[in-house]
């Protein structure tokens, strides 16, 4: 049966056999670690989503916060706090008192896939949390961090990958529906960006500069609205 779509996050949730299984080990090894599926992070009614891929084996799957003690979270909590989003820069530990301004984050995936690979089945599974999310508290713009989160994106307000690529910096406006049905809201635009992961800040295929460029174009979006 389809998830029920009210339910935004279920820290229980086994419905990926591979993925639950992974974590039963990964628990085993590392009896500190959340090794669960890891909750978004932030307000419910920000106007800002920022959607990553999935949580990283010693970073969020570790602390139980998207983004943080990996080094994806370097670069991402730096630029939030550089254009107002975030009290501060850091992100190694869920207790730092880092609080999000107008912003939340999730993944895709919420649970760590081996490889940091999750499969297309899972992430069709696992959409329905991501649709929950933009159904019962929809944000003004979407930052996709990366390819698959651009298409759960997509994936969750029942649009076609087809009609809108992804590109880094890339603009969409989208209609706002939810399982192919539209929601009678103002529509939703999703911002496009590489992955502020290790790979690609090394080696430049993303710079600071040009993660910072989306980031001040998402702000100053979001103030005009307003």
Do not use: W
């Not at 992804?166 to 529509?187: C, N, Y």
């Amino acid at each position: 049966m389809p998830r029920d779509h009210s339910i935004a996050f279920d820290s229980n949730c086994r419905d990926c056999p591979r993925l639950a299984a992974f974590l039963d080990e990964v628990r085993t090894e590392n009896p500190g670690y959340y090794a669960k599926p890891v909750p978004p992070f932030g307000a419910r009614d920000a106007e800002l989503l920022v959607v990553g891929l999935a949580p990283g084996m010693h970073g969020a799957n570790r602390t139980g916060r998207p983004f943080t003690g990996d080094y994806a979270g370097i670069l991402l909590f730096e630029t939030l706090h550089a254009c107002g989003f975030a009290s501060h820069k850091g992100s190694a530990d869920p207790n730092d008192g880092l609080k999000l301004i107008n912003c939340r984050i999730s993944n895709a995936v919420k649970c760590l896939p081996p490889q940091n690979k999750p499969e297309t089945a899972e992430i069709k599974r696992c959409n329905s949390y991501l649709a929950a999310e933009l159904a019962l508290q929809p944000p003004k713009v979407v930052l996709a961090l990366g390819s698959i989160a651009h298409q759960a994106v997509l994936l969750a307000l029942g649009l076609k990958l087809r009609d809108h690529a992804f590109g880094h910096h890339a603009v969409h406006d989208l209609p706002r529906r939810i399982q192919g049905k539209q929601q009678g809201l103002p529509d939703l635009r999703l911002y496009d960006s590489y992955h502020c992961s290790r790979y690609n800040t090394q080696t430049k295929r993303l710079t600071a500069a040009m993660f910072r460029a989306v980031l001040d174009d998402i702000r100053r979006d979001l103030e005009g609205r307003r």
